[in-house]
């Protein structure tokens, strides 16, 4: 059973632009969140799609947003970016919502703003 | 105080000792307790799950969970090089979401 699959899972973008990333989950999972890791502030949660429809946020700035797909595929966004945005962005699934269910990380997108 | 507190380590151990991780936490709603690895440039990889207090075993691990102290922890019998990693404790509360609140991480490296 395949895992958590994030693209690209390395990239340079240049301060002010934007950037798209992608993850498929786990087959059959319908919950995706999206999570930011960096040295200083650890693993901080950013959003949480179901069933197209993002359910929960965490305290980042709109320049921050996502969408999920039909097939529970989903993308996150990043505008305009800043050198703070450089970090590992990990993409998680789970089967449903509600935090009885087992989260399950893939290997992340590493971004570098210069 | 920050919501969950993880001493970062380094810590460091010879092959065949016994490990001891610790989280403290102050959300009391928090019910859900997770520990994940993490190696180098990969991502976190779920290790152990326990819902409110208690212990669980698994192979080499088992967790601890004591919501009275607010405490808990991952113990690792006969570690080896392998578990040379980043762990990390996550805990949620008993509500619709998958927002895990995080600890830093502890590093550890088991020598041969």
């Known amino acids: 059973k395949a895992g958590v699959t994030q693209t690209p899972r390395y990239l340079i973008k240049t301060r002010g632009q934007q950037v798209t990333l992608s993850c498929s989950p786990i087959?059959?999972?319908?919950?995706v969140s999206w999570y930011q890791q960096t040295p200083g502030q650890g693993l901080q949660f950013l959003f949480e799609y179901f069933s197209e429809t993002q359910r929960n946020k965490g305290n980042f700035p709109g320049r921050f947003s996502g969408r999920q797909f039909s097939n529970s595929r989903s993308e996150m966004n990043v505008s305009t970016l800043e050198l703070g945005d450089s970090a590992l962005y990990l993409c998680?699934?789970?089967?449903?919502?509600?935090?009885?269910?087992?989260?399950?990380f893939g290997e992340g997108s590493w971004l570098t703003v210069v | 105080q920050k919501e969950v507190e993880q001493d970062p380590g380094p810590l460091s151990v010879p092959e065949g000792a016994i490990v001891s991780l610790n989280c403290t936490y102050s959300?009391?709603?928090?019910?859900?307790f997770m520990w994940y690895r993490q190696y180098s440039r990969k991502g976190p990889e779920l290790l152990m799950y326990t819902y409110s207090s208690g212990n669980k075993e698994d192979g080499r691990f088992t967790a601890q969970v004591d919501k009275s102290s607010k405490y808990i922890s991952l113990f690792i019998r006969d570690s080896q090089p392998s578990d040379s990693a980043t762990y990390l404790c996550?805990?949620?509360?008993?509500?619709?979401?998958?927002?895990?609140?995080f600890g830093k991480g502890t590093t550890l490296s088991v020598s041969s």
């Open positions: 087959s059959g999972h319908r919950s």
């Open positions: 996550a805990m949620s509360g008993d509500q619709a979401g998958t927002a895990l609140i």
């Open positions: 998680a699934s789970s089967f449903s919502r509600g935090t009885g269910n087992t989260i399950y």
């Open positions: 959300n009391s709603a928090f019910q859900y």
